[in-house]
T-cell receptor, first 121, second 112 residues
Framework: EAGVAQSPRYKIIEKRQSVAFWCNPI?????LYWYQQILGQGPKLLIQ????????DSQLPKDRFSAERLKGVDSTLKIQPAKLEDSAVYLC???????????????????FGPGTRLLVL | ELKVEQNPLFLSMQEGKNYTIYCNYS?????LYWYRQDPGKSLESLFV?????AVKQEGRLMASLDTKARLSTLHITAAVHDLSATYFC????????????FGKGTRLHILP
């Protein structure tokens, strides 16, 4: 079974530039998450989709960040314009929806992609 | 607002020893997850705990959940160097409008 795919793996940009990240979840996973992980910290949820609808985006800085999942599969996360403090690893994860379809324990497991490491100079 | 605290944040231990990582959280929840992250890598799911008293074991790792005490533990038995990593707990609160929160992680270094 293919895992969560993300691209690019690394990106270096200057502040005030724009950047976009792409995520392809595991086939059949209706729930998709974007996290920001700053060095030395735990992941912070930015946005959660169920199919193509937003479940939670309360921690997404909407003045500069946007995300979409138009067909309920792939997703993109965009930052425009970037700030120095946006330097982080951006993780995409997917899971079966709640209530789960995978049986006890499986419905809540999030499968993480390799992440995109962003450096803003 | 849900708060999740892990301790210790750093742990250096000898191979063969036992130790426990603690995860305390501040609101009602019966869904707690443990993840492992190796340096420069993504997160790998270790355990999913979905009820009070849940206990799961995989190899030298055992996780438990006490929802009344709002506490989960990750116990390491007879540690080996390969277990060196950062371990995160994450809590999904009972209130569906609230979001999943990760702890800051416990960086575990096992000395040969």
């Amino acid at each position: 079974e293919a895992g969560v795919a993300q691209s690019p793996r690394y990106k270096i940009i200057e502040k005030r530039q724009s950047v976009a990240f792409w995520c392809n979840p595991i086939s059949g996973h209706a729930t998709l998450y974007w996290y920001q992980q700053i060095l030395g910290q735990g992941p912070k949820l930015l946005i959660q989709f169920q199919n193509n609808g937003v479940v939670d985006d309360s921690q997404l800085p909407k003045d500069r960040f946007s995300a979409e999942r138009l067909k309920g599969v792939d997703s993109t996360l965009k930052i425009q314009p970037a700030k120095l403090e946006d330097s982080a690893v951006y993780l995409c994860a997917s899971s079966l929806p709640w209530p789960g379809q995978g049986g006890y324990g499986l419905q809540e497991t999030q499968y993480f992609g390799p992440g995109t490491r962003l450096l803003v100079l | 607002e849900l708060k999740v605290e892990q301790n210790p944040l750093f742990l250096s231990m000898q191979e063969g020893k036992n130790y426990t990582i603690y995860c305390n959280y501040s609101t009602t929840s019966d869904r707690l997850y443990w993840y492992r992250q190796d340096p420069g890598k993504s997160l790998e799911s270790l355990f999913v705990l979905l009820s009070n008293g849940a206990v799961k074991q995989e190899g030298r790792l055992m996780a438990s959940l006490d929802t009344k005490a709002r506490l989960s533990t990750l116990h390491i038995t007879a540690a080996v160097h390969d277990l060196s990593a950062t371990y995160f707990c994450a809590v999904d609160p009972w209130v569906r409008d609230d979001k999943i929160i990760f702890g800051k992680g416990t960086r575990l270094h096992i000395l040969p």
